[in-house]
């Protein structure tokens, strides 16, 4: 069945550097866009960043264009989120998932990577 | 950016009893391709959120037929028709119709 498993998730410094990744099985994953969403602690869910299956097409919300930057490599099925210049504010779980076929919308959803920015 | 207002803040529902949930977005959320791109998505506590409706109405695979979508252009409804116990949590619609994507704020529904 299909899988998504983030991992990476840390504690950072303001201003550090960190790098989650989301494995995924059980699908043909270069046919999927793949979403990162993230939940900051008590908060709701914010969109972060979809990537098309070949990477051609590529999206970020305002909140971390410039900073964050999202990648895949689909002969090893991931997808990689890569956050530059953290900030308290990015503290949050943050979610992987498969974007489904003639939609926008994001399922499955991975359980998710926590990352705290904190000093 | 759309900004999707959700109501009720919380909803708490006797089992068996049905619920609504509103949505409604800060502009038309019909898209130049014909389709409107407003879902629907519910999270347990502790878990990651599920897709539960898309295209307003479009019950995504697995999903129980009490859950049902409605709506059109700016306002939308989540409605549970018998509630039952594994459906407390939280409720948030979504609209893809433009970037950024954005979510409401989310409604509870909890059991009295």
């Known amino acids: 069945q299909v899988q998504l498993v983030e991992s990476g998730g840390d504690l950072v410094k303001p201003g550090g550097s960190l790098r989650i990744s989301c494995r995924a099985s059980?699908?043909?994953?270069?046919?999927?866009?793949m979403s990162w969403f993230r939940q900051a602690p008590g908060k709701g869910l914010e969109w972060v960043s979809y990537?098309?299956?070949?990477?051609?097409?590529?999206f970020y919300a305002d909140s971390v264009k410039g900073r964050f930057t999202v990648s895949r490599d689909n002969a090893k099925n991931l997808v990689y989120l890569q956050m530059n210049s953290l900030r308290a504010e990015d503290t949050a779980v943050y979610y992987c998932a498969r974007v489904i076929k003639h939609d926008w919308s994001p399922d499955p959803w991975g359980q998710g990577t926590l990352v705290t920015v904190s000093s | 950016d759309i900004v999707m207002t959700q109501s009720p803040l919380s909803s708490p529902v006797t089992l068996g009893q049905p619920v609504s949930i509103s949505c409604r977005s800060s502009?038309?959320?019909?898209?130049?391709?014909?389709?409107?791109?407003l879902s629907w998505f519910h999270q347990r506590p502790g878990q990651p959120p599920r897709l539960l409706i898309y295209?307003?109405?479009k019950r995504f695979s697995g999903v129980p037929d009490r859950f049902s979508g409605s709506g059109a252009g700016t306002y939308f409804t989540l409605k549970i028709s018998r509630v039952e116990a594994e459906d407390v949590g939280v409720y948030y619609c979504m609209q893809a119709a433009q970037f950024p994507l954005t979510f409401g704020g989310g409604t509870k529904v909890e059991i009295k």
């Open positions: 990537i098309s299956g070949s990477s051609n097409g590529i």
């Open positions: 295209q307003i109405s």
């Open positions: 502009q038309s959320l019909l898209h130049s391709d014909g389709n409107t791109y």
């Open positions: 059980g699908f043909a994953f270069s046919d999927y866009y």
